[in-house]
């Protein structure tokens, strides 16, 4: 395609390959050769690598390759054409469930949905405690907050017990009505200098919205950390996610 320079593929995603092996193809060979890394300039072996990346497993690799190999090119035009038919299925249940709104007009496999009167935060948790997990996303750009959904080849077959447990979940949503954020709170996250605070002082900022770090404390519901999160500026959640990642696995 003219002005085409390069297309990035995570296989994992539509490929249905195991995790690790996202290639990126380039429409010239000058500017994948840009792409390598080589460095000769130390006292030990010669180094070439493909990527930046340097050493990596081959079995993500193969199992890529295998992956291709085994569904070929009709295998993959079935599970696109139930993708697609899982998406069309999601639009319309969604659409047909008071207080919920699809975004746009979806016509390729994802599909993202707000609420109208009613929190999805609090329906993502609600989903949860059924068993599915239901993307949440927050607000952005003049988005609203949602709760996002890839559709794969594989969606179909449950796409009926999806919308069921959707349909169930927003009904408990708008019972429970809203999160309701104490006054003060989210200035209060937004002021932090998150870089003086050790973990254990992060821990107890983040019991203060009822969600347990400790170590076996199990999944917290993320409602009220969703909404917090929501209202702070896009560095701001960076700063705190960043913090939450430094407690898990430095557990």
């Given amino acids: 395609m003219p002005g085409v320079t390069s297309l990035s593929c995570d296989l994992h995603k539509f490929g249905y390959a195991p995790k690790g ?68 299925r999601l639009r319309e249940g969604i659409t047909a469930i008071p207080g919920l709104r699809v975004l746009g007009e979806p016509e390729a496999s994802l599909v993202a949905f707000t609420g109208d009167g009613i929190d999805v935060f609090v329906l993502a948790d609600e989903a949860r405690a059924r068993g599915w997990f239901l993307q949440p996303q927050l607000s952005y750009a003049g988005i609203p907050a949602n709760l996002h959904i890839t559709v794969t080849g594989a969606t179909m077959s449950g796409v009926e017990a999806m919308l069921k447990v959707i349909a169930e979940s927003a009904g408990a949503a708008r019972l429970r009505g809203p999160v309701v954020l104490p006054d003060g709170l989210v200035e209060l996250v937004a002021g932090f200098d998150l870089d003086a605070l050790d973990d254990a002082a992060f821990a107890e900022l983040a019991a203060s919205v009822d969600v347990d770090l400790r170590p076996g404390a199990g999944q917290p519901e993320m409602a009220t950390v969703n909404a917090v999160l929501d209202a702070l500026p896009a560095s701001s959640r960076e700063a705190v996610l960043v913090r939450f990642l430094s407690i898990v696995y430095g557990s």
Avoid at 44 to 71: C, E, K, M
Wanted: avoid cysteine.
């Fill in 21 to 88: 092996a996202s290639v990126v193809l380039f429409a010239d060979p000058a500017m994948r050769r840009r792409a390598y890394f080589a460095s000769a300039a130390w006292p030990g072996y010669t180094i070439i690598n493909a990527t930046v990346q340097s050493s990596r497993s081959a079995g993500p690799l193969g199992g890529a390759w295998a992956t291709l190999q085994a569904l070929g090119r009709q295998g993959y035009v079935e599970l696109g054409r139930s993708a697609l038919e899982a998406t069309a």
